[in-house]
């Protein structure tokens, strides 16, 4: 496995920011200059083939009409080999003969599916995410797409958010790394290579700060915001040269974000230089109108587009009303011909005029989605995304065991272990926990398996939504008889796959449905429960964390689950995962997140006029970073190279890690520093660097971390990027919550 992830990497260098490539921009303008104002609005102009169309070209009416004249630049949700080529046939009829770009959701997989995103960022493993993404782009590209809608770069810091599933959780930092290792992963060191697609890092911008949690609303929040903890994963996605960036439909401070001037022209295209374009998300153009920003779909159209807005996905405003506004003197035309060129940019880089049926391949389809190398990936990334919540001593458990129960909802599920946004993967194809089970122990050890209850009730996928089981406790009896008398309860709960995802958010982030009492129920039979949960969210679950003997954090893992959870709980794999995000008490914690500030009256303090709440500690049941092991780790105390550091100079921040267990595993040593005087209020610790160190027991290993101004750098009260000299703490641990620390000063 190991030789097969260094293939993969080895054969994909590097991407940064491209380069204006001389022989590509004498092309755009040649054929810009060719083009007819209709020809150049039809190529910012997005449909979907409604829906998922996987088949032969359907198109009828206006739209296929529009393809044949040249007035669709791009479409979505056509994948195949077979079907994009019959849609690119009829574009390349058009009289400039100007190649379609097909775009999809590849999140966490094509075929192939991996651990959702959330998971993914769970392992801290970087090149992991990256193997995740390279594979998903094979797959997608073998199946004619070109482009996907991934990576999500919103950092998220409410579980009721459903979206959170997308992304990388409540870190900048990690977020950022992440978005990096996602963009080099899809998007390889050619996006021109067959294997490899044009990446696309979304919600432009706030998205993941919704207030209350509830997905499409609104964003309030300060520059200082946006700059310190919104904008750093997208600035890496763009320094590692994503193709496009993808606008949210929430507002920010009372602009919709796609009609915001200052977050496309201003920061996005000027500040950093981006060259490639931007693509509004489903419909967005047109929902200003509803915002109340635009008095109809024309004047949404000039809103957008003004603001930097390349394409429209599917409001339809561009090709109704562009070309109108152009001609009465109220959009610019160079501002059209800036967003064609930018859009036929990435075709030239795609290598789509050169070919447009590059893609679309049907005996490469054949061969390389499913592919076996494929999903033994998956089954390794899956299980690198597990995270140890508790454990004593129960874990891990022998393969020689007499008689194991396998119990819950979700314990022969074959379709939640996919999770939301699967891309094209077979509903059902998942391995469940209980076949993962049964292929990793001995011939003599008797697997029992009772689901208890169901979690939902009629329609349990899809987009019709989900109705939870609050009264049939039928099966309870069943599950309590193999429970009793088993050497161990494998209680499998959570959420199932479409529980989690756009339109899913929640107000409460509980177990839904009897879970809790039927886990009440084999705790009095059997009190050797192992708690396996698998979900897109933090949930709130003190009451399972405290009665179970151990607790494993599992996710929605892919096609592979079952068999990596097995790797885990029978200890073929010794879990090194940490928590990218803070799990709640209580959902009324929420957003929760480890890099706070301190407010005036931090406490705890004896007095009651502090910042509390006066029924749940403020501290998270799981905080971020957290993450156990099947053996012990010790940290030493910091040492620093210096007390005192140049703003041109560095800081080497050492510390000793020691396996003090019996097993061999890989533990993730992190650095948080805290800038303890700013200019503006700073967080009272961030995330600054992270290493997996792996030891043998009783060996001892020296961490290095190197930490220089720019690492110190924040939007500072003067609006500029920068180090303010003053004390710091640095922080060394295991998680952000178990940490040692020493003091420097910057000058």
């Known amino acids: 496995m190991k030789t097969f992830l260094a293939f993969l990497l080895a054969a994909s260098p590097l991407l940064a920011q491209p380069a204006a490539d001389p022989r590509i921009e004498s092309r755009v303008d040649a054929l810009l200059a060719r083009m007819t104002l209709e020809e150049k609005v039809g190529q910012l102009n997005q449909y979907s083939a409604r829906f998922d169309v996987t088949g032969p070209a359907q198109m009828q009416g206006d739209r296929r009409e529009h393809l044949v004249s040249g007035r669709v630049g791009s479409m979505l949700n056509v994948t195949g080999a077979e079907a994009t080529r019959q849609y690119q046939e009829i574009a390349v009829t058009s009289r400039l003969g100007i190649p379609l770009i097909f775009g999809f959701d590849v999140i966490h997989g094509y075929k192939t599916s991996f651990p959702i995103p959330l998971a993914e960022a769970a392992s801290w493993d970087l090149e992991a995410v990256e193997t995740s993404a390279r594979i998903a782009a094979a797959e997608a590209a073998a199946a004619g797409l070109h482009w996907t809608f991934a990576p999500m770069v919103d950092v998220a810091r409410d579980a009721r958010w459903g979206r959170i599933m997308e992304g990388a ?38 998205y993941g700060l919704a207030e209350a949690g509830r997905d499409y609303n609104t964003v309030d929040l300060s520059e200082s915001t946006l700059r310190n903890v919104v904008l750093p994963p997208f600035h890496a996605a763009v320094e590692a040269g994503v193709a496009t960036l993808m606008n949210s439909f929430n507002e920010i401070g009372g602009t919709p974000a796609t009609a915001s001037r200052h977050l496309q022209r201003t920061i996005l295209k000027g500040e950093w230089g981006f060259d490639g374009f931007v693509v509004s998300d489903w419909g967005s153009i047109g929902e200003l109108v509803p915002h109340g920003v635009a008095a109809g779909a024309r004047h949404a159209a000039l809103l957008a587009l003004t603001a930097g807005s390349d394409m429209d996905m599917e409001s339809g405003a561009y090709l109704a009303h562009l070309a109108a506004l152009v001609e009465a003197g109220e959009v610019d035309a160079a501002l059209v ?8 940019r990435v075709k030239h880089r795609l290598g789509l005029f050169e070919d447009p049926y590059r893609y679309s391949d049907p005996e490469r389809e054949k061969r390389v989605l499913l592919a076996e190398p494929h999903l033994a990936a998956a089954r390794d990334v899956a299980r690198k995304s597990i995270v140890l919540l508790k454990n004593e001593g129960l874990l891990p458990l022998a393969k020689d065991l007499g008689t194991i129960a396998v119990i819950g909802p979700l314990a022969a599920d074959t379709d939640s272990p996919l999770g939301n946004w699967r891309g094209r993967a077979d509903a059902g194809s998942a391995v469940s926990l209980l076949e993962g089970i049964q292929a990793a122990v001995g011939p003599g050890v008797t697997v029992r398996h009772a689901e208890g209850a169901p979690l939902v009730v009629g329609q349990s996928s899809g987009f019709a939504g989900l109705k939870f089981n609050t009264g049939d406790r039928s099966g309870f009896a069943e599950a309590v008889e193999a429970a009793r008398g088993a050497d161990v309860v494998v209680f499998a709960f959570g959420e199932v796959g479409y529980q989690t995802g756009e339109g899913r958010s929640q107000v409460d982030v509980g177990l839904k449905g009897v879970q809790e009492d039927l886990l009440r129920a084999i705790l009095e039979v059997n009190g050797k429960v192992v708690g396996v949960m698998m979900n897109g969210r933090p949930l709130t679950i003190g009451a399972v964390a405290e009665s179970v003997a151990a607790l494993v954090e599992a996710w929605h893992l892919g096609s592979q689950a079952g068999h990596a959870i097995a790797d885990v709980l029978f200890g073929d794999h010794n879990p090194s995962g940490k928590l ?71 800081l080497r921040v050492e510390v000793t890690v020691t396996n003090t267990g019996e097993r061999a595993g890989s533990e ?73 620390s020493a003091k420097f000063r910057l000058r």
């Open 169 to 206: 959780g409540e870190d900048p930092y990690l977020g950022s790394l992440v978005a990096a290792a996602r963009v080099r992963g899809f998007q390889g060191g050619d996006l021109a290579a067959v294997d490899t697609i044009a990446a696309c890092a979304k919600h432009y911008a706030a």
């Open 668 to 740: 993730v040593a992190q650095l948080y520093v805290r800038d303890l005087v700013g200019s503006t209020t700073r967080p009272v610790k961030e995330l600054k660097g992270f290493r997996k160190v792996d030891l043998a027991p009783d060996e001892a290993r020296t961490v290095t971390f190197t930490l220089r101004a720019d690492d110190l750098a924040f939007h500072t009260a003067s609006g500029t990027w920068e180090a303010e000299p003053g004390e710091f703490q640095v922080f060394v641990g295991t998680s952000s919550a178990d940490v040692k």
């Open 337 to 344: 011909d800036d967003a064609v060129r930018r859009v036929l």
């Open 580 to 650: 990218p995000v803070s799990f709640p008490r209580h959902v009324g914690q929420e957003p929760l997140y480890y890099n706070h500030k301190n407010t005036g009256r931090p406490g705890p303090s004896p007095m009651v006029f502090w910042s509390h709440y006066a029924d749940v500690p403020n501290t998270p049941l799981f905080p971020f970073g957290h993450g156990l092991s099947y053996t012990t780790f010790s940290y030493s105390e910091p040492r620093l190279s210096a007390e005192e550091i140049e703003r041109g100079g560095e």
